[in-house]
């Protein structure tokens, strides 16, 4: 009679590997390789900016086996890349953040009921809190420095401090200006038909801007927009904390 080969040494290996998925950014131009070594083949150059995710934690030859956002896969040279934390592909609860203040900001998961078309975000994230300086995202176009889109949400743009410079990818920086989008939900009045469901009268954020030229700290979901140039934003914001008046 034939014995199988146990198979959960397998199983545990697919595991493993599949819970792993940490996210990482290009902070400067790189050689996409077919092997961890300078010799090997190059299969594409990654532009400054550019989203991967990590398929190892560990080093290889000083180089890191990773994914890069048009699904190919190869090597890439560590220190050309800056790590933005580990995720996971199994649900998780949003992981809370210390305020300026010493406080806890907790991320809000029922904003994402509000979300016009949450598909055609990627949530590299769930909670994230960063700081930086808010800019005119108007073009002065609006008091408040934002952009007043048609599904009522704010597009709102923070010069990110330099310890989260390497959240922008290549679309922040040919399309916003350097800059992190932030969208808070239903701020203003939905004109597009098709997203008023997502706020519907009963609701409108209580979430309060903060002037043009404030030094913040912004709460909320750390995803990739899909549409457009497929910038990073922090979407949707749970809170805005004021750190420093304009002068």
């Known amino acids: 009679m034939k014995t199988r080969p146990c198979l959960l040494p397998l199983i545990f290996l697919l595991t493993t590997s599949s819970t792993f998925a940490q996210q990482a950014t290009v902070k400067r131009n790189v050689n996409l390789r077919s092997d961890p070594s300078t010799a090997a083949q190059v299969l594409e150059t990654l532009k400054i900016g550019a989203s991967l995710t990590l398929l190892n934690p560990a080093k290889q030859n000083g180089f890191y086996h990773v994914k ?62 960063v700081t930086g300086t808010i800019v005119d995202a108007s073009h002065g176009q609006h008091p408040d420095g934002v952009r007043h889109e048609a599904d009522g949400d704010t597009h709102g743009w923070i010069d990110l401090d330099p310890q989260f410079k390497s959240l922008l990818n290549a679309g922040n920086v040919s399309d916003e200006g350097g800059n992190l989008v932030f969208e808070i939900v239903c701020k203003f009045r939905v004109t597009q038909a098709d997203a008023k469901s997502a706020c519907p009268a009963s609701y409108h954020s209580p979430v309060q801007l903060a002037p043009v030229g404030s030094h913040v700290r912004i709460v909320g979901s750390y995803v990739q927009d899909t549409n457009h140039a497929r910038w990073m934003e922090i979407h949707p914001v749970t809170s805005i904390e004021l750190i420093a008046n304009p002068q």
């Open 68 to 129: 890069a956002e048009d699904g190919h896969a190869g090597w890439v040279w560590s220190k050309n890349v800056s790590l933005l934390g580990s995720t996971s592909t199994t649900p998780q609860q949003p992981s809370p953040g210390t305020s300026a203040g010493g406080g806890v900001a907790q991320c809000d998961d029922s904003l994402w009921d509000h979300v016009y078309h949450p598909q055609r975000l990627i949530v590299k994230q769930k909670c994230i809190a």
